[in-house]
């Protein structure tokens, strides 16, 4: 790995990456651990990275659901350890905000190195960018890595792009198609491939021009927990930042997103943005309910001019595209285009 211009990290074919747990243990199930192995698999052929399992990585779902301190541990030690040269969540969860407690931020901010996962992810994310470090909002061993059949070509490309080239990320085109298939995660299921339903493409929903800003955002559920803890961002951190959201497969009711995009105007988070980008839903579920709200909410903090795109590839569907926070993107309303400069950051300033 190669460190250049702050905190941008480059991998390289040979090095070594650590697997975590830092939410739901399934990894070390024995039902689920065969995923674990496919995902470390492709991983090690097709991105040329080996994967190092932390100390209890995968101690499985009920050790780890009762030791948050253990999971915190793993990614401090994950760090510390100069062979280690990124960190890649095995899967999301819904509690790793219990690791708060144990994380010490000088640890991460002394041996920077980029973290890679999404949704309950959000947490590690946050904590992070209040460290002063990039890391990526991309996919996950257990699902993208492992994905029957192999990884989307689409998510592969991404995640290079993102993290395995010198280059900028450019130009980010939605894919050809789109997927929220569910095959369980049985080993005799292994050989099922999800069927791709054509992408309709990025969805300007207000705006106009181009708008410029640094990336900053997660999964709605996720940082809707984090409020009012000292890794949610803070005002300065939003202004004239690029606001990406997801939600998660739990389908969050439209109610749910207006409560939670209303307490950000009044915390006066909407009046920083340059600019939003929304993830394509789980399985497209609440689409135009949210599209709505999300106008509806902007309209109620004067907002209506305020750039949005939706049914960007990202979070909770597949396949995905890979976003560095921190770095900055360029969003064309006129022209429906994302574009994203990884080489420069607000870590980089």
Not at 121 to 149: D, R, W
Request: with cysteine; glycine share 8%; aromatic share 10%.
């Amino acid at each position: 790995m190669e460190k250049e211009r702050g905190v941008i990290m480059i991998l390289k074919n040979g090095d070594c990456v650590a697997a975590v747990s830092l939410s739901w243990g399934g990894a070390g199930d024995p039902d689920i651990c065969w995923r674990y192995d496919a995902g470390v698999d492709y991983i090690k052929a097709n991105l040329g990275l080996t994967v190092i399992p932390m100390t209890h990585t995968l101690n499985g779902s009920e050790y780890l659901y009762n030791n948050p301190q253990a999971r915190a541990q793993d990614l401090m030690d994950a760090y510390n350890d100069p062979q280690i040269k990124a960190i890649i969540a095995c899967i999301g969860g819904d509690d790793s905000i219990r690791m708060l407690p144990y994380i010490d931020y000088d640890v991460i901010r002394n041996n920077p190195k980029p973290f890679i996962g999404y949704s309950d992810s959000t947490i590690t994310h946050l904590i992070s960018y209040k460290a002063g470090v990039q890391s990526f909002y991309g996919p996950s061993i257990l699902a993208e890595f492992a994905e029957n059949g192999g990884m989307f070509s689409y998510s592969q490309k991404a995640f290079s792009r993102a993290l395995m080239s010198d280059a900028m990320i450019g130009n980010v085109a939605p894919s050809e198609g789109w997927t929220s298939e569910r095959v369980e995660w049985l080993e005799t299921n292994k050989n099922i491939i999800k069927v791709l339903n054509p992408h309709e493409g990025y969805d300007c929903v207000q705006g106009q021009g181009k708008t410029t800003g640094h990336l900053l955002g997660g999964c709605v559920e996720v940082l809707n927990t984090a409020k009012g803890t000292d890794i949610f961002p803070s005002l300065r951190d939003f202004n004239e930042s690029i606001l990406f959201l997801e939600t998660s497969e739990l389908m969050s009711p439209p109610w749910y997103l207006e409560d939670f995009l209303r307490s950000l105007g009044i915390m006066g988070v909407l009046h920083q943005l340059a600019g939003l980008l929304f993830g394509k839903p789980y399985d497209n579920v609440h689409y135009q309910a949210y599209r709505d709200t999300i106008q509806k909410v902007l309209a109620e903090f004067n907002c209506e001019t305020l750039p949005v795109i939706m049914n960007v590839n990202f979070g909770h569907t597949e396949p995905m595209i890979c976003i560095p926070y921190g770095a900055f993107a360029t969003l064309d309303l006129d022209d429906g285009s994302i574009v994203i400069d990884n080489r420069m950051s607000i870590f980089s300033q």
